[in-house]
T-cell receptor, first 116, second 116 residues
Framework: AQKVTQAQTEISVVEKEDVTLDCVYE???????LFWYKQPPSGELVFLIR??????QNEISGRYSWNFQKSTSSFNFTITASQVVDSAVYFC?????????????FGKGTRLSVIA | ETGVTQTPRHLVMGMTNKKSLKCEQH?????MYWYKQSAKKPLELMFV???????ENNSVPSRFSPECPNSSHLFLHLHTLQPEDSALYLC???????????????FGPGTRLTVT
């Protein structure tokens, strides 16, 4: 069975600090997809990144970076120089590969508070 | 309108009422989803529609009844709900790539439902 664990329930940092959100997943599939979503106070989930299991290169997008390590089944998310606007709940999710509309299995989310 | 919209944004209903939640996507996608987000619980998939046909019903009680009249619209009909059904109901859409692997889902802002 698929499972996503986000062990950090809440994190609080001061603006400009770097912060890493952890995500550990379980799957028996050799091909799978991982996602990160951001849920600001307005409610809608905002897509951040999709990564397939064959692409282990780390990715950087502005202040955001992702570290995918198959050996430890982790897909961690780092925000560099955090800003107040980064305050949100962040979800990591996992999906099986064989159906285009396969549902996502979400972690419980990590609430990030960035204090000015 | 762009993206995924949901109405109403907030709904308070009694246990004997009948109401409907509406979702509309303006992205040209061919798959739509209903999720339930309760406090301190992971996002739970409720229903998946692909090409207007239901492809997944994740053991949801019959008091929730989905309807997908076309690829742009999705409804969730509610009747005789329980207080524990109070939650944020999120709609999402994606483009089914036809077996290549799941594309990212785009979410609406949700309907905050309170059952009294």
């Amino acid at each position: 069975a698929q499972k996503v664990t986000q062990a950090q329930t809440e994190i609080s940092v001061v603006e400009k600090e770097d912060v890493t959100l952890d995500c550990v997943y379980e799957t028996r599939d050799t091909t799978y997809y991982l996602f990160w979503y951001k849920q600001p106070p307005s409610g809608e989930l905002v897509f951040l990144i999709r990564r397939n299991s064959f692409d282990e290169q780390n990715e950087i997008s502005g202040r955001y970076s992702w570290n995918f390590q198959k050996s430890t089944s982790s897909f961690n998310f780092t925000i560099t120089a955090s800003q107040v606007v980064d305050s949100a709940v962040y979800f990591c999710a996992l999906s099986e590969p064989y159906s285009g509309n396969t549902p996502l299995v979400f972690g419980k989310g990590t609430r990030l508070s960035v204090i000015a | 309108e762009t993206g995924v919209t949901q109405t109403p944004r907030h709904l308070v209903m009694g246990m004997t009422n009948k109401k409907s939640l509406k979702c509309e996507q303006h992205l040209g996608h061919n798959a739509m989803y209903w999720y339930k987000q309760s406090a301190k619980k992971p996002l739970e998939l409720m229903f998946v529609y692909s090409l207007e046909e239901r492809v997944e019903n994740n053991s949801v009680p019959s008091r929730f009844s989905p309807e997908c009249p076309n690829s742009s619209h999705l409804f969730l009909h509610l009747h005789t709900l329980q207080p524990e059904d109070s939650a944020l109901y999120l709609c999402a859409s994606s483009q089914d790539p036809g077996g290549v692997g799941p594309n990212e889902q785009y979410f609406g802002p949700g309907t905050r439902l309170t059952v009294t």
